[in-house]
């Protein structure tokens, strides 16, 4: 029952996912390059991405899941960001001559390109230390699908823009749509030029509250939560919760230390009737239940108890030795967090009525559910540190620059702290979903860390106050482009019909935005107080903001 209901909520998401992704990038490339072509051909790469990779994905035996069901929408956002770089660099580049126009800007994002597209890959690829088949698969083809779309947003962009005829416009002057975000950008590039130590502290003191904020996420996996309360399971579910005995169970294996039978049920029953009283316990069922009240008192004095186990039907909950037992303990239908003080309740019990005369052990799918649900801080903690370790080698081979490795980690560290602190104050728990967004989202953020670098190193010979306001004001516009493009994609899922995949969009796009603005006013401010060695010295009288 509940695997048909997921798997209808699944192909229902999908029917939805699609067209308004599609429909949403569409509108905000639209408004960003305000050229239809500009809107056709990041579409066109992300449609032919989205392709190949589910295809791939079918043809290699998979189905979507929960959690796999946000590879359609992550895909076809996260393919634009190459096409995007490169169109806009086309649509203001200097040269007239289309062809040289067109190579111009490939060669000027290329590169910057590949290895946003590999930090972003690394991020998802993290996430094959998971635990979570499932999240896995993600990762896997999330990763794919980064590189099918960087290979077609610098070879198909470069054939497509070939067809158009080159806009004669002026580099240095902004479109007119653009005039207000460029003002917002020089106010930025000032505050930064100008108070780079101020920046610096507030981002030191976010930090803190981010760290404070983690500190209260608890990690929760409750299935029927994931769904909303008023899906038919979740309804039906509460109602065999309240009136029978529980839907979710817990199996209890119980063996005797030194393997000698059974003889007595005293302790058995006594156990039970222990269980019964722990909180979200309906109900517990044994080899005690199945034997007669009238036969139970005679049990262990004339009657031995092999003499009963061979008149009732006991295979199921005692073995023909004696020594081994079963009780299946029924419980509410609860989430991970409360199922973890309830798997407590059960082993402080089992100790303070059956002592040493028996071996407990645990079993059942929920009882998993709950332990590698609480094995999900672990896990992707290791994911988010083996991501963030490559990540800051990949920018160290780019840059060829230590500084600029170590400049790198704070602006990109900052904002996972503030989505933690969100998440920390808003109640939002850890789960299969929103445990993932540290991993993914460190990849995506140090793209705009990446071509602001790369940017602001071609400006270098101006000086440090020049170069970060020339690379804020023409990259920034890019980055503001591309942050909007790639967050309203993935807002798109929070209309998903799974809690986890909601909050995992809705955590993401935020994370993307607080990103963009760690990477337009702490990273500058840094390179404002810590500027490489091949940089000219400045002239020191600078305008003030």
Not at 319 to 344: A, Y
Not at 382 to 406: D, H, M, Q
């Amino acid at each position: 029952m509940a695997l048909t209901a997921l798997s209808s909520l699944v192909r229902r998401d999908q029917r939805v996912f699609a067209p308004l992704s599609l429909l949403v990038l569409g509108v905000v490339l639209l408004f960003v390059t305000r050229r239809f072509s500009g809107m056709l051909f990041p579409l066109l790469v992300s449609a032919i991405t989205i392709c190949w990779t589910l295809g791939i994905y079918s043809l290699c035996g998979h189905s979507l899941n929960m959690i796999t069901s946000l590879l359609p929408p992550v895909i076809m956002t996260l393919s634009v960001a190459t096409t995007i770089h490169i169109y806009l660099d086309w649509l203001h580049e200097a040269e007239m001559e289309n062809r040289k126009r067109i190579l111009a800007a490939v060669r000027n994002l290329y590169r910057p390109c590949l290895f946003a597209s590999l930090t972003t890959a690394i991020g998802f690829l993290s996430l094959l230390l998971s635990e979570t088949p499932a999240v896995r698969l993600f990762g896997m083809f999330a990763a794919l699908g980064v590189a099918i779309s960087y290979l077609l947003g610098v070879f198909g962009i470069a054939v497509g823009m070939s067809f158009l005829k080159p806009p004669f416009t002026n580099p240095d002057e902004s479109p007119d749509h653009a005039a207000d975000a460029h003002r917002v950008l020089d106010f930025i590039a000032g505050l930064t030029v100008n108070h780079p130590v101020k920046i610096i502290l507030v981002a030191l003191l976010v930090g803190v509250v981010g760290v404070v904020g983690m500190k209260r996420i608890e990690t929760d996996t409750d299935l029927l939560n994931f769904l909303g309360g008023e899906h038919a399971l979740v309804r039906d579910t509460r109602f065999i919760d309240e009136h029978l005995a529980g839907i979710s169970r817990i199996e209890l294996f119980l063996k005797t230390p030194e393997g000698a039978p059974l003889e007595t049920l005293d302790t058995l029953i006594e156990f039970e009737e222990a269980l019964g009283k722990i909180e979200h316990v309906r109900q517990s069922f044994g080899f005690a239940g199945l034997v007669p009240d009238e036969v139970r008192g005679m049990i262990g004095n004339p009657v031995p108890l092999a003499g009963v186990a061979d008149r009732i039907e006991s295979k199921a909950y005692l073995n023909d030795d004696l020594n081994k037992t079963r009780i299946t303990v029924f419980t509410d239908s609860i989430g991970t967090l409360e199922g973890s003080s309830l798997i407590e309740s059960i082993r402080e019990t089992a100790a303070e009525t059956l002592g040493e005369s028996f071996e407990l052990g645990l079993v059942g799918g929920f009882y998993r559910v709950i332990v590698e649900s609480n094995q999900l801080v672990a896990s992707q903690l290791k994911s988010f540190l083996v991501a963030i370790l490559l990540i800051l080698v990949a920018i160290g081979i780019v840059f060829r620059s230590l500084i600029y490795t170590l400049l790198a980690i704070i602006p990109n560290v900052v904002p996972l702290l503030l989505t933690a602190a969100v998440m920390g104050f808003a109640g939002i728990a850890m789960s299969t979903g929103t445990a993932m967004i540290a991993s993914v989202v460190i990849g995506i953020a140090v793209d705009d860390t990446i071509h602001y670098l790369s940017a602001y190193r071609k400006s270098g010979h101006a000086g440090r106050a020049a170069a970060i306001r020339k690379t804020t004001r023409s990259t920034g516009f890019v980055l503001l482009s591309t942050t909007m493009a790639l967050s309203a994609g993935f807002w798109v899922a929070i209309f998903g019909s799974f809690q986890p995949t909601i909050f995992f969009a809705l955590l993401a796009g935020l994370t993307m935005w607080f990103a963009l603005l760690c990477d337009l006013l702490v990273l500058p401010a840094f390179l404002r107080l810590a500027a490489p060695c091949h940089l000219k010295k400045e002239v020191q009288n600078e305008i003030p903001v």
